[in-house]
């Protein structure tokens, strides 16, 4: 473990106090074709909310290609020859079980067994692996890291990244240059040379979709922002924002921090936390590899039973349940949860959501009634509206998984 | 007014200092429907919250000097908005370091994780945990502030129930947060700073509260809950809490004044108390330096414990016992402070010329050792040769404290003693002591010097002899773990009643302390209240 | 290396440290019919209770003066029975002042040297010793986990604040009050003499890293106390052959009872399967089982060397880092070739406690320089000459004087190896303005620093009390959260160390008190 400290010391004058917020290596681009100006911080970086609409950079992704700049979210390196077992100490599932050039999605607890984050493990080589994480957490990285051969640094800045997302994106990426992308399998990474500039290519991504991410140096970003719109264009390629990604994952099933769940490490009231078993990641957790974080606290969730479950919903009606309150009455006497994410689901015509249930009405099939406030033009209606706990995702194409994709 | 003895003059309530908290008690308990009279020893109102013109077209908040810990319940229901307070938030703070750097305060989130990142990335990102740590702790104390603390040694079935109400409380933190809070209770600062940060100039930038207005250094035990006292202000979604009042400090205090004189409450200032008149053991009045007596039923007291128990009360109608324990109750003075006029805003070469930090709170210091080692000087009885500072210049945000274009500045020093080891304070030891202070400002500014049009320099010994504090204590009692809760001031009489039937006190020598938060004012008046059986 | 082949392969115990604590759970727990298996690194039993020869012919110990072991423990292991013979109790002590007018700590001593405390003094004294007599089920039973329904923590609160409320009104208010307060300012309040105020202080900060004015040093005068009552009224005591001698006594009992006791055993790791102890590995390569380990080492060693983190989560891990252990006691030991003498003292109070902490303001700047990693040039002593009270431990007609300094810290910033003569000559000047000629006396010595003290006993930071006793590494938090009870989170896995509540010295308490627990969880 690197015990100095870990500062980064700018001999420059700082000047974030007049620009708090960072940009991404295609920043210049992605303000060209910002039609809104809509931005939104992310992880300390300005990214775009909305290109255009929201519907159309949705469609993107669902029916051709969709960019999105992924640079932001925070990475780690982790290596030295105690990476591996570092890391399976640290997640609930086995990172042993990790081959070279693939990548795993993973949860982490604390002591109590509640998730601190989720985020994905990448193993770039046979002691080294980047750790993508939602949040900034060095801190609790470190801690975790005592009495462990393994050195940990965040390299958000020296990768940029794009989402490359949709039926057509492996045809795209084919154009731009990444010879033999399509013979990645989900969760598999490779190392191509795309004219020159060096890339990293993972079948990865947050739309539940066919799709990759690519990682680069930053110094590259724009040529591959240019050449890969250029390629695409008779492909309906499009930049999307964050609005539309959204939309993209709870209809994947996707959980969002700070909206299906808060991290143990940042809450202030008790209880308000949640466990994996909570959140309906049972097969992310792997009891029989030894100790890691939050084992014990979790053995003993499970033998008690979860108390609430984080599940998938099917409401009655069109109109988004944001927020709304759950009730295992159509009265609202008894409140039983709420939503925690909810949409009209273009591509399913169904009215989705995810939620936060009570024991035993999370049960699949279980009927409860959300309390839906309807803004009528500023007449606020209240309806409560029968709602089915359905299995997710609630879109999962089969293109997702089928290597080599097809082009279309 | 009531100067003639007689029944028609008789007051309900006699208040003895005109203090923030004596002004809120009397506020409450007038609004009750008891005929109350403030008296005030100064020819003004607020005692160490004031505004004072010392010098020509410019106001001091020459005590106090932020609004950070005034419970907003207490300015709602006291209507303190309508009679002319009006809190300003600041921004940001900064600690300049001697080698040129320095470690800004943003509001801005990130731009407070990339300011922290310049000395250290891991602190930068431990500071969400250390935020939330306090928060948490905060949320488990606030609403203790507006309650009588219980008497642990008493079977009476309010003390069992308060006792029983924190007992829940804590146990709904659940049980590893009871454990942080036992020990947030009684560790050090620096023990406590250091399970966060590793960079020296992080750690002493948040050690600065924990000693501020304390004779403790940051290494100290204790010093962590000083820290979290400072923080309770800021902890609610009121926003707006923590600030400047509009026209300093003295602001508070007159709107208070007015809120009191419109539910047709009495103040006489220049009245000094020489003495609470106690007969047949209880108090019945007071009677002032020229010898007038006055009448009430009931006496509370605003002053300090050992200033109501020993100077204006007698030995022979309080028991022995009690007498001896105030004598032991530690009142300590440990800051002084400067009030500088200045002829316009001085640069710091440490911040960047365009940083909005400088409109927050200011510091020197490098790190703890240097906090610790001015502490030291104090144990050693002569104020800090390199002392810790907190500057601001509330003029750059509150257009009516100097003319346009001109500032004033408000600095807080730690530590500076009562007593000096080489005997009494003098005119220039006094000015030796502003000295060392201005001298240790100009090294980071170096037009600050040749800014200054006056400035002020109080001592403890002058901040005892003009606002009346035993010597100098800001909080009326230092803060430490046998002072607090049912402890302070004195074990038994920690509800406010003095062992004299009658007689109240509501100062900050009560629970839940010092800071211009209003809560022992609040606290006493409703033990009276309910004394009288006006309130449940 | 070591005789690993007496070794079963199969105990019901295995103790880690035969230190005292050590080998009193051992012998506990081998009283109770258990097999147990005691493994210490050293060549020799005993810790930092043991008795070593320093200079050829002179032998001294550690820790030098036995005062806060309860004899009921003492009597429940049958330790006389074992060959625990006291030198001398009841031993006087001595606050040496500069100028000859040295002051004896006894009633009639302070009444002849302070009339203004005469009365109050003994008062005092009394007051402080019945509060600490209330503190008994604190510091002398198990601390309660905090936030549980268990009938058994709740019972132990209660019987707590019974024990407190007992004292009265009066005094409950008055131990509410001070027991977070610091010793300087409460001598202030109650004593006169400044060299007396200077000496309680001394007892008051002894083995802890706070000066007298740090709030929570009448908590750990209150903790010595309330040890000191319970030690049958020997007062301070000396053991024939040294402390060693009383860990001989201990080895010896436990062995009685069926213990067995192994050193040149160091432990490589404590063994762990299926999330729960399955026994140790010894440095030696012998792996020994058995479900039940405790260990008397400090908390940082157990836990992030002899377990390892990988078996705890990180939140644990965290604090056992944090948990503080910043030893700042010295030892000094002088073999001399005659009885000291020293000026204004009267030989018979060198049979006695040598007390230098003449003023509180001496002992607070002593304390002001480990803050900044220095010792401090003018330090407070506890000097002893056990020789006078036990010739065995040394040649006929020769002595040795043992000295425990305070204030020179673990964590010197010009690191000890270049600054130990300095230091020894300092401290021997110091000496020499007490005792004149003592130099010309000396035929050999030894220094031991912080960092020789946790070279030569394991313990992390070199600390008296392995986790330095302050109100936040107290009682249900000591050493940290989760680890208070002496089980762990891992099962099979106990502390019976000092850093466990409620702390150090030469007690036992840790030891009898872990061997409760673990009779209590595995029956």
Redesign the interface.
């Known amino acids: 473990m690197n015990s100095n400290p870990t500062s980064m010391a700018s001999s420059a004058m700082p000047n974030h106090y007049r620009q708090p917020l960072l940009q991404t290596p295609f920043h210049n681009r992605a303000r060209a074709l910002s039609q809104h100006d809509s931005f939104v911080a992310w992880a300390g970086y300005t990214t775009v909310d909305v290109f255009t609409t929201p519907e159309q950079e949705y469609f993107s992704v669902r029916n051709a290609t969709g960019v999105f700049d992924l640079t932001p979210m925070v990475k780690y390196r982790v290596v030295g020859a105690g990476a591996a077992a570092y890391l399976n100490h640290l997640v609930t599932r086995d990172v042993s079980k990790l081959k070279l050039h693939r990548v795993m999605y993973v949860v982490w607890c604390n002591d109590d067994g509640h998730i601190i984050d989720d985020g994905t493990i990448f193993r770039l080589g046979e002691d080294e692996y980047w750790l993508c994480t939602a949040e900034r957490q060095i801190d609790w990285l470190l801690d975790a890291a005592i009495g462990y051969d393994v050195e940990i640094a965040e390299v958000t800045a020296e990768v940029a990244a794009l989402a490359v997302q949709g039926p057509t994106s492996c045809w795209v990426l084919k154009q731009f240059g990444l010879v033999g992308v399509e013979l990645l399998k989900p969760f598999e990474l490779g190392y191509f040379n795309a004219n020159g500039i060096e890339i990293m290519a993972s079948r990865t991504g947050f739309t539940g979709d066919l799709g990759y991410e690519i990682w680069m140096a930053p110094e590259d970003a724009e040529t591959v922002w240019d050449r890969l719109m250029e390629v695409g264009r008779t492909r309906g390629i499009r930049a999307i924002g964050s609005q539309a990604l959204n939309a993209l994952r709870i209809e994947a099933g996707f959980l969002m921090p700070h909206y299906d769940f808060i991290s143990s490490e940042s809450t202030i009231r008790l209880g308000r936390d949640r466990s994996p078993l909570e959140l309906g990641f049972d097969w992310l957790i792997d009891f029989k590899k030894g100790h890691f974080n939050g084992r014990r606290a979790l053995m003993a969730e499970q033998a008690s039973g979860v108390k609430r479950r984080l599940v998938g919903l099917d409401i009655a009606g069109n109109k988004a349940a944001h927020s709304a309150l759950l009730y295992s009455d159509k009265a609202g006497q008894n409140e039983v949860g709420n939503v925690t994410s909810a949409m009209w689901s273009p591509t399913c015509k169904r009215n989705i959501a995810l939620a936060i249930v009570n024991a035993p009405h999370f049960a699949m099939g279980a009927t409860v009634w959300a309390e839906i406030y309807l803004n009528r033009e500023l007449v606020w209606e209240r309806r409560m509206v029968q709602a089915k706990v359905v299995e997710k995702p609630f879109f999962a194409p089969e293109r997702r998984r089928v290597t080599p994709p097809a082009d279309r | 007014m009531a100067t003639v003895n007689g029944k028609s003059d008789k007051y309900d309530a006699i208040v003895v200092g005109a203090g923030h908290n004596g002004l809120v008690a009397a506020c409450y308990m007038q609004r009750a429907g008891l005929n109350v009279l403030v008296l005030e020893r100064n020819d003004y109102i607020g005692g160490a919250a004031v505004s004072r013109s010392l010098y020509p077209e410019f106001t001091y908040s020459n005590c106090s000097y932020v609004c950070s810990l005034l419970r907003p319940e207490i300015m709602r229901e006291l209507e303190l908005p309508k009679f002319g307070l009006q809190i300003i938030p600041y921004e940001g703070g900064c600690t300049m370091m001697q080698d040129g750097n320095h470690l800004a305060l943003y509001d801005n989130h990130d731009a407070l994780r990339r300011e922290i990142s310049r000395h250290s990335k891991r602190d930068a990102e431990a500071y969400d945990r250390y935020a939330r740590d306090v928060m948490r702790q905060c949320k488990f104390i606030k609403p203790l502030l507006l309650r009588e603390p219980p008497d642990p040694t008493s079977f009476k079935p309010r003390d069992i129930q308060e006792l029983l109400y924190i007992g829940k409380r804590f146990h709904g933190m659940g049980e590893a947060r009871m454990y942080d809070t036992i020990r947030f209770w009684t560790m050090s600062a620096a023990d406590f700073l250091d399970e966060y940060f590793e960079s020296e100039i992080v750690k002493a930038h948040f050690a600065g509260s924990s000693i501020i207005g304390t004779a403790l250094g940051p290494r100290s035990p204790g010093t962590a809950y000083v820290l979290l006292h400072h923080y309770m202000g800021d902890i609610d979604d009121t926003v707006g809490a923590w600030g400047f009042a509009r026209g300093g400090m003295g602001a508070v205090s007159n709107s208070l004044g007015a809120s009191f004189q419109a539910s047709g409450g009495t103040i006489r200032s220049a009245a000094p108390v020489k003495q609470v008149l106690v007969r047949n053991e209880r108090a019945v009045g007071v009677m002032l330096d020229n010898g007038e007596e006055i009448y009430g039923s009931t006496v509370m007291s605003n002053l300090d414990v050992k200033r109501t128990f020993l100077e204006t009360m007698q030995a022979k109608d309080l028991p022995a016992e009690f007498v001896t324990q105030v004598q032991k109750f530690k009142i300590r003075g440990s800051s002084g402070k400067l009030n500088i006029a200045l002829d316009g805003l001085p640069t710091f070469t440490a911040i960047p010329k365009d940083s909005p930090c400088i409109r927050g709170d200011l510091h020197i210091t490098d790190s703890l050792d240097m906090m610790e080692r001015a502490y030291d000087d104090w144990k050693a009885g002569r104020w800090s040769q390199a002392p810790y500072v907190d500057m601001l210049l509330p003029s750059q945000i509150d257009p009516t404290m100097a003319p346009n274009g001109k500032h004033y500045m408000s600095v807080f020093v730690q530590y500076c003693p009562y007593k000096l080891a080489d005997g009494p304070w003098t005119p220039e030891k006094r000015k030796a002591f502003g000295d060392t202070v201005i001298d240790a400002i100009a090294r980071q500014s170096p037009d600050f010097k040749s800014l200054i049009l006056h400035a002020e320099i109080r001592t403890p010994w002058d901040i005892e002899r003009e606002v009346g504090l035993s010597e100098g204590n800001i909080f009326q009692g230092e803060l430490t773990m046998d002072q607090l809760l049912f402890n302070r001031p004195i074990p038994g009489y920690a509800q406010y009643r003095a062992p004299v039937k009658g007689m109240y006190m509501c100062g900050s020598s009560t629970h839940p302390g010092g800071g211009v938060m209003g809560a022992p004012g609040h606290n006493a008046a409703r033990a009276l209240l309910r004394d009288l059986k006006k309130v449940a | 290396m070591a005789a690993n082949s007496n070794l079963k392969t199969n105990y019901d115990c295995i103790i880690i440290g035969a230190g005292h604590n050590g080998l009193i759970c051992a012998a506990y727990l081998a009283k109770a019919g258990k097999q147990v298996l005691v493994v210490e690194a050293a060549a020799d039993i005993g810790g930092a209770a043991a008795t070593h020869e320093f200079v050829p012919n002179f032998k001294v110990s550690s820790a030098h003066l036995l005062h806060l072991m309860p004899q009921s423990l003492i009597s429940e292991l049958g330790l006389e029975k074992h060959g625990l013979r006291l030198a001398a109790q009841e031993l006087a002590s001595t606050a040496l002042s500069a100028d000859g007018k040295h002051l004896n700590l006894s009633a009639s001593g302070v009444a002849a040297q302070s009339p203004a405390d005469a009365a109050s003094y003994p008062v005092f004294m009394a007051r402080m010793r019945r509060l600490a007599g209330s503190l008994s089920t604190l510091f002398g039973a198990t601390a309660p986990?905090?936030?549980?329904t268990a009938w058994s923590d709740r019972f132990a609160f209660l019987k707590l604040g019974w024990q407190i409320?007992r004292l009265g009104?009066?005094d409950?208010?008055?131990l509410?009050?001070?027991?977070?307060?610091?010793v300087y300012?409460l001598l202030e309040?109650e004593i006169h003499s400044p060299a007396l105020k200077g000496a309680l202080a001394f007892d008051a900060t002894l083995g802890a890293n706070?000066g007298p004015?740090?709030?929570?040093t009448v908590l750990t005068w209150l903790y010595r106390l309330t040890h000191e009552s319970a030690n049958g009224g020997k007062g301070l005591s000396q053991v024939v052959g040294g402390m060693g001698g009383l860990t001989a006594a201990l080895a010896n009992a436990a062995r009685g009872f069926g213990a067995q006791i192994e050193t040149h055993s160091p432990v490589a790791r404590v063994l762990?399967a299926n999330?729960r102890v399955s026994g140790i590995a010894l440095q030696s390569g012998h792996t020994v089982v058995a479900p039940i380990v405790i260990s008397s080492a400090d908390p940082k060693t157990t836990f992030?060397k002899l377990l390892?983190?990988?078996?705890?989560?990180?939140?644990?891990?965290?604090k056992v880092?944090?948990s503080?252990a910043r030893g700042v006691v010295a030892k000094l030991h002088l073999a001399l070739n005659k009885l000291p003498s020293f000026t204004g003292l009267a030989p018979d109070a060198l049979s006695g406690r040598l007390v230098i902490s003449p003023t509180l303001?001496y002992l607070?700047r002593a304390f002001?320089q480990p803050?900044?990693g220095a010792y401090s040039p003018a330090p407070a002593m506890e000097i002893t000459i056990p020789t006078v009270n036990d010739p065995s431990l040394a040649p006929a007609g020769q002595h040795v004087l043992s000295a425990i300094i305070e204030c020179a810290p673990r964590d010197l910033r010009q690191g000890w190896e270049n600054a130990r003569e300095a230091y020894l000559t300092e401290l021997l000047a110091q000496l020499e303005t007490y005792a004149p000629g003592l130099k010309d006396s000396i035929v050999g010595s030894e220094l031991m620093t912080p960092v020789d003290i946790e070279t030569r006993y394991g313990n992390q930071g070199g600390h008296w009390h392995h986790t330095e006793l302050?109100?936040?590494q107290f009682y249900?938090?000591r050493p940290v959260?989760?680890a208070a009870q002496y089980s762990t989170?891992v099962s099979g896995l106990y502390l019976c160390g000092a850093g466990a509540h409620p702390g150090g010295g030469v007690a036992g308490v840790v030891g009898r008190l872990a061997a409760q627990a673990v009779l209590a969880k595995a029956g």
């Open positions: 986990r905090l936030g549980t409320r009104k009066k409950m208010r008055e509410l009050r001070i027991i977070g307060m610091n300012d309040d706070l004015r740090a709030p929570g762990v999330d992030l390892g983190p990988e078996h705890l989560d990180t939140g644990f891990v965290r880092h944090h503080r303001d607070e002001d803050k900044y302050a109100f936040d249900f938090v959260p989760g989170p």
